[in-house]
């Protein structure tokens, strides 16, 4: 990636940034499935990523993106959203999970905004080994992002939707944001949460949209006597205004 690079791709120009196009693909076993940046160095930035009906199975991370702000090439003081697009993928922790190293979290998002999860499935096994306490299926520091169905037959209205789901964790979605000027959007939709210990945490983010999830109470975390978090909650909100 290149952090002063625009992700927008003119006809018949090549992609500005590092880019991965994924289509029924099976990444697992890995470290990080997809680094959308060069490790260890901030100077290399906003890669590029399309996963369509794709599987991300037993890696220690499945897709990490940080800090890069997409501006329009055009409109230079106008951000938009990071070219990041994920639909109908699995993010997979199961019994077979190596466990060399601990598993915290599938998807790890820092001062991003705007990528897509379209009717994608996020879950961790209870019997899988070496995973965090407080394991995360998505995680956003400052960051925002779209968890949404995805609508095969692409109508309106939709006549099919396939909703993301979450299963297993700790906090199924978790989002901070200290001290954050303008949080960028979080908007979760038609989800459906079971088998988590917390569904929606969200921390000093304010104005999120969460509409229509479907949200089961879920299992007693070991926090070891720390009272500071609830358990089998479906969302857990603090010192958060304007959500919906």
């Known amino acids: 990636g290149y952090p002063n690079a ?12 590092g880019v991965i196009i994924l289509n029924g693909a099976t990444i697992e ?32 991370m499945s897709a990490h993106a940080l800090y890069y702000r997409n501006f329009n ?3 230079p003081t106008q951000e938009l959203d990071y070219y990041g697009i994920f639909t109908n993928c699995s993010f997979i922790i199961d019994a077979q999970y190596l ?10 998002l820092c001062h991003v905004r705007g990528l897509q999860f379209n009717g994608c499935t996020f879950s961790v096994s209870h019997d899988a080994t070496n995973i965090s306490t407080w394991n995360v299926g998505l995680a956003a520091y400052n960051a925002g992002f779209y968890v949404r169905p995805y609508c095969p037959s ?9 909703s993301c789901r ?17 949080d960028p959007p979080v908007f979760i939709n038609g989800t459906h949460f079971n088998d988590n210990s917390t569904g929606i945490y969200i921390n000093e983010h304010d104005y999120a949209v969460i509409l229509e999830n479907y949200l089961e ?10 009272c500071d978090f609830a358990d089998g909650v479906g969302i857990d909100i603090h010192e958060s205004i304007g959500f919906v």
């Open 154 to 162: 692409h109508t309106i209205p939709c006549v099919d939707a396939d």
């Open 166 to 182: 979450f299963s297993g964790f700790n906090w199924a979605i978790g989002v901070w944001a200290p001290a954050q000027v303008i």
């Open 6 to 17: 625009p992700q927008f791709k003119y006809p018949l120009l090549p992609y500005p940034q």
């Open 99 to 108: 466990g060399d190293k601990t598993f915290y979290k599938h998807v790890d």
């Open 29 to 60: 076993n890995a470290v990080t499935a997809i680094n959308l940046w060069k490790p260890d160095d901030y100077t290399m930035t906003g890669g590029i990523v399309e996963a369509y009906n794709s599987t991300f199975k037993n890696n220690v």
């Open 73 to 75: 090439p055009i409109y």
């Open 217 to 226: 109470a879920g299992y007693v975390a070991p926090y070891h006597g720390n």
